[in-house]
């Protein structure tokens, strides 16, 4: 029998290319990514800077888990935010006035 000789397979690519090209995908990574990101500063006055346009009378409504859906620009129009203490008061003709608590 005679033996076949053993296949050598020579990469393509060495390990110090992969290194590399792996160091500069994290440096361009790192980056673009500072360049992206604006501080929060900058964010939260852009967003007190927007105008919230809302006329009121909306129609809402309540979903399956008993809350009553309000919209972001509606509660940003009202001064509102999300965990806020709200006090509920029924009216005589069943209506409901609801109010920030104090």
């Not at 296949?7 to 690519?13: G, S």
């Not at 160091?23 to 673009?32: D, G, H, L, R, S």
């Not at 006055?45 to 509606?74: P, T």
């Amino acid at each position: 029998m005679s033996e076949k000789p053993l296949v050598e397979f020579k990469p393509k690519v060495s390990s110090e290319q992969v290194k590399e090209k792996l160091n500069q995908k994290n440096n361009n990574t790192t980056e673009n990514s500072k360049q992206k990101q604006k501080p929060k500063k900058e964010k939260k006055q852009l967003a007190q800077e927007k105008s919230v346009d809302v006329q009121f009378h909306v129609d809402s409504r309540i979903n399956d888990y008993g809350f009553v859906f309000m919209k972001v620009r509606w509660l940003e129009n009202l001064g509102w935010h999300k965990g806020m203490a709200l006090k509920i008061e029924k009216n005589a003709d069943g209506s409901i006035t609801v109010r920030k608590a104090v």
